[in-house]
């Protein structure tokens, strides 16, 4: 191969939806930060892009569908040329990977429910891929865990058994819905399910979230936005998977040989939104307290507003919060506090200052203390790793400048 000054890299990526979006953003930033790459493009298996591309290629990232796949590629661009996958569909023999940790996907999805009171759980899964049996085997493992009940359904591969449409919904997905415990909370392999979900429960009449919670994975607010109610959804780390994958790369491509088999890459956070906005408690004392201290956060309340909103012994309500959800009505305030405080470092650009005064603390000082405790850093940094995994803010409307009045 004649001398370049700069590297060629083949994409050979799924180009359509948020996770290849994000993937992109992080291999852009990279090649902007370092050295530029001549970029190409390698359209699903197209042979007239092969042909193309034969003998002109340093490196390749691709999204890896089975060995079959691997294969072409070597075969093609030749065995020593390096690749690295940035997909968790499988693991090829001596090609990393660089991909999201599906065990704290799960775990995540787990402990969202779990807070919420949720017994019953269950997951949506697709039937092949490391990706979905990964994310399942640490929600169900953390379901079991808690003592929570578990459900399953897979993802019918022939959709032609009942049809032939795409659109047309899936009849063993019905029956699934029908014959679940209610209210259960579902975790869903990624957004598309999840809107299949909630458009079945609306067919079943089925209401979300008060019978059924759901929960999407990729954070895709081109869905999340039309489903009704909105869909709450797990936001990954797409752009710093794609960052670290370039990085992969560009080390093998300068001749090291030594790079981890997997790479993984902890997901950013869930997008609360109203399709898991409910409270699955026994205890309906207990879930107005929690109801009432979810919609006051942003105001200076204390234990002793819950207990003029919810009237009850101080003592009852301290030894019921604790037998139910494992933590106290001060912990819990200050735990939604803390997420509304990063819902809004990750979505907006206001001042630290702003989103202490719009998350319910006196002070900017209390702010940083309470978050510090709670994540290990501080605000601002926080909101700097978010941003450079690449979770793209939504711009929303100025902040009030005064504060709720405590009533």
Known sequence: MARRSEKIVMLNLIMSGNYARGILRGIALYCHTHTPWICRNLVGDDPCSRDRLQGQVDGILAHITDAKHAARLRRTFGPRIPIV????????????????????????????????????????????????????????????????????????????????????????????????????????????????????????????????????????????DLTTPPLSSIALATAQIGFEAAATLDRMMSGARRVLSVARVPPLRIATRQSTDVFALSDPQIAAAVRFIHSRCHDDIRVSDVLRAVPMARRSLEMRFQSMLGRSPLAEIRRVRIERAKDLLARTDFSVEQIAEQSGFKDVKRLYFIFRRMTGTSPARWRLQIRRAGYMPQPLPPPPTHSTPRQ
């Open 85 to 224: 996958d940035v997909g968790n569909i499988c693991r090829i023999r001596r090609i990393p990977s660089v991909c999201s940790d599906e065990a704290k996907v799960g775990c995540m999805a787990a402990q969202h429910f779990l807070e919420r009171g949720f017994v019953n759980l269950a997951c949506y899964v697709y039937p092949i891929g490391l990706l979905s049996a990964e994310r399942e085997a640490s929600f169900r493992q953390h379901a079991k865990a808690a003592g929570a009940a578990y459900y399953k359904y897979v993802w019918p591969c022939r959709r032609h058994s009942y049809g032939g449409h795409p659109l047309m919904l899936d009849p063993g997905l019905r029956s699934w819905l029908k014959k679940l415990p209610k209210p259960v909370g579902i975790l869903c392999a990624n957004d598309a399910l999840a809107f299949e979900v909630m458009e079945t429960c609306h067919i079943l009449d089925i209401h979300v979230p008060e019978e059924v919670a759901v929960l999407g994975v990729d954070d895709n607010t081109d869905i999340c």
